[in-house]
């Protein structure tokens, strides 16, 4: 099979236009989901699918597919389509290649296709998942949930932003904006997916390389921590009589730190308390409640189920003389690839000298999701120093060319699959 190769000039160009919709004075992109400015990233691909034929459609949840047809060569125009893609939702203040250069390298594949007049047996699909980030609706990863079945469609819709503002009236508004868009199904099938996306950590980079090949994404469990005290006045109460929510919540992380990292020495386990709010926040007030998040990740399910369980133990056996409530609030359990998706993922990394090596997905992605309904895989590209969700997110234009060029080799093998 020849294997065209991409624009790289024009995938780089693509990235800057589109980084230009949400961006910030630091050189990243704020681009919260459903938002005006990620509507108007959406009208923008609109705009490029239109201008080269490719046809678009929305489904009840906001995810957006481009696509170009198939041939009745083999398969009849309207078999079963394979598809690559990511999201154009960003974290607050992120960067301008965690989404986008899924999106976009896929774009230029159907370009390349495109431009060289190729005819493909299945149709090719571009997928925008929605609300990817979870940034502004949780949880994350919610367009690709609720297409695969994972996630409740009418729950999502009801989810609402830190305004009070439903997910169902921006996915309206959303819809608004493209009176053309075909309508699609949920769950319509796939015979095969493929997301590129930077790695948003530095193994290819200390190693010298440039494709990551994913065998798999690990798994995760969250929760949400509420400590309850008793409110008092910080000038007259005594230590003795306090039931500080603050100091047996700080009691509690220190504790599960410890645990984590004794019964982690390889630091494979990845333990996050990002939230952490003290009410009511007072500054000659005893705080009497204290909530925090939770984040913890692992590629082992033993290991996710033995200390995720952990938590509640550990929290409560520092709770002193407050109330620890933990609730588990989400859990996904890794989530293995296709060996034929990754199998072709490194074949082309190989085809075209790039160096590279096959590795976890440590973050989150769409592709998880994607594995429910078809053979499914990923391809990583470095970041300069890992960095991701931050503004200072770099990625090299080579590298998101060769990102561009394996999604096209692997989507034009599986479009003329039988």
């Given at each position: ?187 319509q099938p796939y015979a095969g997916f493929v997301e590129a996306h930077i790695e948003q ?85 005893v705080p009497g409640k204290v909530e925090f998040f939770i984040d913890f990740r692992h ?120």
């Amino acid at each position: 099979m020849d294997f065209p190769k991409i624009n790289a000039e024009r995938v780089w160009r693509r990235h800057m236009e589109l980084a230009r919709i949400g961006a910030t004075a630091g050189g990243g992109v704020h681009r919260l989901a459903l938002s005006d400015l990620d509507i108007e990233a959406h009208c923008l691909m609109n705009k490029w699918a239109r201008a080269r034929g490719f046809s678009v459609e929305l489904d009840a949840i906001g995810n957006m597919f481009i696509r170009r047809p198939g041939t009745s060569s083999g398969l009849t125009s309207d078999a079963v389509p394979v598809a690559s893609g990511s999201h154009t939702d960003t974290q607050p203040f992120g960067g301008r290649f965690d989404g986008a250069l899924g999106v976009l390298a896929a774009f230029e594949a159907l370009e390349t296709f495109e431009d060289q007049g190729l005819e493909t047996r299945r149709p090719v699909e571009i997928a925008i998942w929605n609300n990817e980030e979870g940034a502004r609706f949780m949880p994350g990863l919610s367009g690709s949930a609720v297409y695969t079945g994972a996630l409740s469609l009418d729950d999502m819709l009801a989810c609402t932003d830190s305004d009070g503002v439903t997910m169902q009236s921006c996915v309206e508004r959303l819809h608004a904006a493209l009176p053309d868009a075909g309508k699609r199904k949920l769950g319509q099938p796939y015979a095969g997916f493929v997301e590129a996306h930077i790695e948003q950590a530095t193994l290819l980079e200390e190693a010298g390389n440039t494709i990551g090949v994913i065998t798999d994404i690990q798994g995760n469990r969250r929760f949400e921590v509420e400590v309850l005290g008793e409110a008092a006045h910080s000038g007259t109460t005594p230590r003795a009589r306090r039931k500080d929510a603050f100091i047996a919540a700080t009691n509690i992380a220190t504790a599960l730190r410890q645990h984590f990292e004794a019964n982690d020495p390889d630091d494979i386990a990845r333990f996050t308390i990002g939230i952490f709010n003290a009410y009511p926040g007072a500054k000659s007030i005893v705080p009497g409640k204290v909530e925090f998040f939770i984040d913890f990740r692992h590629p082992s399910s033993n290991t996710l189920k033995e200390l995720g369980d952990a938590i509640d133990v550990i929290a409560k056996a520092n709770q002193g003389t407050c109330a620890a409530i933990v609730r588990e609030v989400s859990s996904a359990a890794p989530e293995p690839f296709a060996d034929e998706i990754i199998n072709k993922v490194a074949a082309s990394a190989e085809r075209h000298g790039y160096g590279n090596q096959r590795m976890i997905s440590c973050a989150g992605h769409d592709a998880r999701f994607l594995s429910r309904l078809c053979p499914s895989g990923m391809v990583f590209i470095p970041c300069k120093d890992g960095v991701s969700h931050n503004e200072k997110e770099s990625a090299e234009p080579a590298d998101v060319a060769a990102a561009a060029q394996v999604v096209s080799d692997v989507l034009l093998e599986m479009a003329q699959q039988q």
